[in-house]
């Protein structure tokens, strides 16, 4: 284990949330190891919160003190089942077009952001969230143009109205990641009399198929990740590299993000923001997620999540 005096500076501090024997227990996240906490009297009920336990809540100190205790075992990652970080989001807020390459390749002109303003939607927590390692369904519905889209989370831990982008971070208690599954081709009912506002609509419904926003393996906290615009990002399906980018070349930053949203809504402690895919995704080349596929999609300082694709 780390010292403490590491603890202070940082160094890639990780939280996970996973289930072994039954119980959900908290620990500390090494990739292919874990560090549980020593105590589990909350995860009992399965109402572990890891919010309190990163920098601004109530469990810090508690957590610095176990980082620090070189007493605590690890065991393997695969002695345990990896659980969505921060799986009762009171909001999942998303963007759409985010960075210029991406909106450039679905046949968009890029923007400044100037000239423009975020694209946020919502996806349904309870539903599209999905953990570590488990699959990404193939819907009955609609199963012919599902698609990839890697994108940096941000998890609030101070919530707010009219944060101002210069004090958006410290309302920011740690990233994750997520890949934002999308179906391009969703059309319901296609027979049917075509409105203004189909295509808007049948984007969106195709945003929210059941277990299609996993998030994972973990929540690094917002102190070790000094700066969230140069992270490194990538996709990888079946091994071949798709998405290969930095949050660098984000339109809207995370803190603009945030300043955006919080005077339209109050952000709540535990809030996720995905905030937006790069170029490389599966609509580009015509190429669908299939029954067999593995995603596996990985940001800097963060970790891999990895999907396995079925079908419905």
Known sequence: MLSQAAF???????????????????????????????ERDDASAGNLDLISHLPGGDRFEETKAWFADDALSAISVSEARLLVPNPRPSKLLLLAGNYAKHIEECGGAAVERAETFPYVFMKPPSTTLNHPGAPVIIPKASPDRIDWELELGVVI??????????????????????NDISDRGFRPNPGRKERSRDPHFDWLHGKWHDHSCPCGPCIVS??????????????????????????AQQIFPVAAVIEFISQIMTLEPGDMISTGTAAGVGNASKTWLKPGDRIEAAIESIGTLVSPVESE
Not at 224 to 230: G, L
Request: with cysteine; aromatic share 8%; net charge negative.
């Open 222 to 247: 917002s102190h070790t990740v000094t700066n969230p615009q140069e992270l490194a990002m990538q996709l990888r399906v079946n091994g071949e590299l798709k998405q290969d980018a930095s949050t």
């Open 157 to 178: 831990g101070k919530g707010g109205k009219h944060i101002a982008e210069a004090d958006a971070l410290d309302h920011v208690a740690g990233y994750t990641i997520f």
């Open 8 to 38: 202070a500076s940082l160094d890639r501090v990780r939280l996970c949330r996973f289930e072994r024997g039954g119980r959900i227990e908290g620990g500390f996240y090494h990739d292919d190891r874990i560090v549980p906490f020593p």
